[in-house]
């Protein structure tokens, strides 16, 4: 499970960004120098904005080992599956339980105190007889998956599995499997598991597009290593950016849910009343209640579907960071006199930076340039462009209208793969 730690003042759209994590090698010394100003004033902007958003990861739920040492009365509710059985939570654990599995994986990591305590300096000052620190350390971690396949195909987060050297599934039923790693992809969080078993039970996948907030929500997975539990609750909302969430890195539009999930939720379906996985649980805001996040399965259907067949996901990216524009920061923007663009436009995506030799700088695209189109779509957030690029297959046309100077220009961009050093 990932925790994001967020302190927003107001709107938190800092750099939101379609390529966050360029690779620094296409940074080059001049031009880097180049943005410097700009970057420093629009920085100043921003932290005038009070924006601030500072993510962290938590893996699912790990230990350290040494190896050395409701509807109102005026508006009745119009879900059947409730209204027809009271009891529909037991009704749908009954029917999906089976399919949700314990995941189990461990890792091998560098024990950051050896180098201390093995330094020769250290030993001369302290004496030979300090205790002898392994330089490497076992990690443990929980998490959770749900079948998706009667022939042991299993969903999951990329982060309950990435890095790791064994991976054990344990199904409800006490069955354990060793696990392989068909794919995973960090950039959305999925991640594919497959078991050598058949004749398993399956879930069903239901469409995340047809959600609508305030509707029954359940979780069920293995928080704390707590197995096959069961909590319930409602959608409190859909279409949260990455940004919003904390996490800007990561291309997803979640669901909200105030049903309780916690660390060892990770992979975890969300279901509906009909017991249809909706979402994969993934992350919760730190020092909250209240708030968990889940990756759509319509987004999750897309990825796996890659996942199986290659083993990897080609995302396409531009070279770009950029931030909504509203009439807040256009006056803070216009009203700096250091400020070394102007803005006319209080609508659109602004251009913050553009990547050396990344498609948006082959393309044309400068700092200061606004997107008001992107496929003849009007593009009104940073969330909207990054989903037009999403939608774009690496090495066709996105077409851009941008506003340079109170010009109208057209634009036709070429996205390329994502590198994979780049997340």
């Given at each position: 499970?990932?925790?994001?730690?967020?302190?927003?003042?107001?709107?938190?759209?800092?750099?939101?960004?379609?390529?966050?994590?360029?690779?620094?090698?296409?940074?080059?010394?001049?031009?880097?120098?180049?943005?410097?100003?700009?970057?420093?004033?629009?920085?100043?902007?921003?932290?005038?904005?009070?924006?601030?958003?500072?993510?962290?990861?938590l893996q699912p739920h790990f230990q350290v080992l040494q190896p050395s040492?409701?509807?109102?009365?005026?508006?009745?509710?119009?879900?059947?599956?409730?209204?027809?059985?009271?009891?529909?939570?037991?009704?749908?654990?009954?029917?999906?339980?089976?399919?949700?599995?314990?995941?189990?994986?461990?890792?091998?990591?560098?024990?950051?105190?050896?180098?201390?305590f093995n330094d020769p300096l250290i030993q001369q000052f302290f004496g030979?007889?300090?205790?002898?620190?392994?330089?490497?350390?076992?990690?443990?971690?929980?998490?959770?998956?749900?079948?998706?396949?009667?022939?042991?195909?299993?969903?999951?987060?990329?982060?309950?599995?990435?890095?790791?050297?064994?991976?054990?599934?344990?199904?409800?039923?006490?069955?354990?499997?060793?696990?392989?790693?068909?794919?995973?992809?960090?950039?959305?969080?999925?991640?594919?598991?497959?078991?050598?078993?058949?004749?398993?039970?399956?879930?069903?996948?239901?469409?995340?597009?047809?959600?609508?907030?305030?509707?029954?929500?359940?979780?069920?997975?293995?928080?704390?290593?707590?197995?096959?539990?069961?909590?319930?609750?409602?959608?409190?909302?859909?279409?949260?950016?990455?940004?919003?969430?904390?996490?800007?890195?990561?291309?997803?539009?979640?669901?909200?849910?105030?049903?309780?999930?916690?660390?060892?939720?990770?992979?975890?379906?969300?279901?509906?009343?009909?017991?249809?996985?909706?979402?994969?649980?993934?992350?919760?805001?730190?020092?909250?209640q209240g708030l968990g996040f889940a990756i759509p399965i319509n987004t999750?259907?897309?990825?796996?579907?890659?996942?199986?067949?290659?083993?990897?996901?080609?995302?396409?990216?531009?070279?770009?960071?950029?931030?909504?524009?509203?009439?807040?920061?256009?006056?803070?923007?216009?009203?700096?006199?250091?400020?070394?663009?102007?803005?006319?436009?209080?609508?659109?995506?602004?251009?913050?930076?553009?990547?050396?030799?990344?498609?948006?700088?082959?393309?044309?695209?400068?700092?200061?340039?606004?997107?008001?189109?992107?496929?003849?779509?009007?593009?009104?957030?940073?969330?909207?462009?990054?989903?037009?690029?999403?939608?774009?297959?690496?090495?066709?046309?996105?077409?851009?209208?941008?506003?340079?100077?109170?010009?109208?220009?057209?634009?036709?961009?070429?996205?390329?793969?994502?590198?994979?050093?780049?997340?």
């Open positions: 499970m990932k925790i994001v730690n967020q302190d927003f003042e107001h709107d938190p759209h800092p750099l939101a960004d379609v390529d966050s994590n360029l690779p620094t090698s296409q940074l080059d010394q001049s031009q880097q120098n180049t943005w410097k100003k700009p970057l420093t004033y629009l920085g100043l902007i921003l932290a005038g904005a009070g924006i601030t958003v500072a993510s962290l990861r040492l409701p509807a109102t009365a005026s508006q009745p509710s119009v879900n059947l599956a409730t209204d027809s059985n009271p009891n529909f939570i037991t009704a749908v654990v009954n029917q999906v339980g089976s399919a949700v599995v314990r995941i189990d994986s461990t890792r091998t990591i560098k024990n950051p105190n050896a180098a201390i030979y007889n300090l205790p002898k620190v392994p330089s490497q350390e076992i990690e443990r971690g929980i998490g959770s998956g749900f079948i998706i396949d009667s022939n042991g195909e299993i969903l999951t987060n990329a982060h309950v599995v990435n890095g790791a050297d064994t991976v054990s599934v344990t199904l409800k039923d006490g069955r354990s499997f060793k696990g392989k790693v068909m794919g995973a992809d960090p950039v959305t969080d999925v991640a594919v598991v497959r078991i050598q078993a058949d004749n398993l039970s399956a879930v069903k996948l239901g469409d995340s597009n047809k959600l609508q907030p305030g509707a029954w929500a359940i979780a069920i997975g293995n928080p704390l290593g707590l197995d096959n539990t069961v909590t319930h609750g409602i959608i409190s909302a859909t279409g949260r950016s990455s940004t919003q969430v904390g996490m800007p890195n990561e291309r997803v539009d979640y669901i909200q849910t105030d049903a309780p999930i916690n660390p060892g939720n990770s992979g975890g379906p969300l279901l509906n009343a009909s017991g249809q996985v909706i979402g994969i649980n993934t992350a919760i805001i730190q020092n909250s999750a259907k897309k990825i796996t579907t890659q996942l199986i067949t290659t083993g990897k996901v080609t995302h396409p990216y531009l070279g770009i960071q950029m931030l909504t524009l509203t009439p807040e920061v256009k006056e803070q923007i216009n009203s700096d006199p250091n400020s070394p663009i102007t803005v006319e436009e209080s609508q659109g995506v602004l251009i913050v930076k553009v990547a050396p030799k990344s498609p948006a700088n082959t393309g044309g695209i400068r700092a200061g340039d606004v997107i008001v189109k992107a496929n003849n779509q009007t593009i009104t957030n940073a969330e909207e462009l990054q989903q037009a690029v999403e939608n774009t297959s690496a090495g066709n046309n996105l077409q851009l209208k941008i506003l340079r100077n109170g010009e109208t220009l057209n634009l036709n961009l070429r996205p390329k793969v994502l590198p994979a050093n780049a997340k």
